[in-house]
């Protein structure tokens, strides 16, 4: 059975940090292309950034690059986003997604919310 739970999610202040988790089971995670995702109230889902299966390449979206850093550790099956300098416009969930080929596998998602 396939598994994605996210953790680490929660309110914080502008400014501050979050480092979100996700625990992959039941499919080769050290073979999959793996992203994060987010999804603000009433709007689309965006990528934040992705990571190649063995995390040689990562790549982020402009509204995020040089705050938030994706990471994975292969032995451990999880996936990681440091997320530095949070912005109001930060708040949204956020999902963990694994790709390869056509297949692609959905956390349940974790709350983020940047607020004072």
């Known amino acids: 059975q396939v598994q994605l739970e996210e953790s680490g999610g929660g309110l914080v202040q502008p400014g501050g940090s979050l480092r979100l988790s996700c625990a992959a089971s039941g499919f080769p995670f050290s073979t999959y292309r793996m992203s994060w995702v987010r999804q603000a109230p009433g709007k689309e889902r965006e990528t934040v950034a992705g990571?190649?299966?063995?995390?040689?390449?990562?790549n982020y979206a402009p509204f995020v690059k040089g705050r938030f850093t994706i990471s994975r550790d292969n032995a451990k099956n999880t996936l990681y986003l440091q997320m530095n300098s949070l912005k109001p416009e930060d708040t949204a969930v956020y999902y963990c997604k694994g790709s390869y080929a056509s297949t692609d596998y959905w956390g349940q998602g974790t709350q983020v919310t940047v607020s004072s």
């Open positions: 990571i190649s299966s063995a995390g040689s390449r990562t």
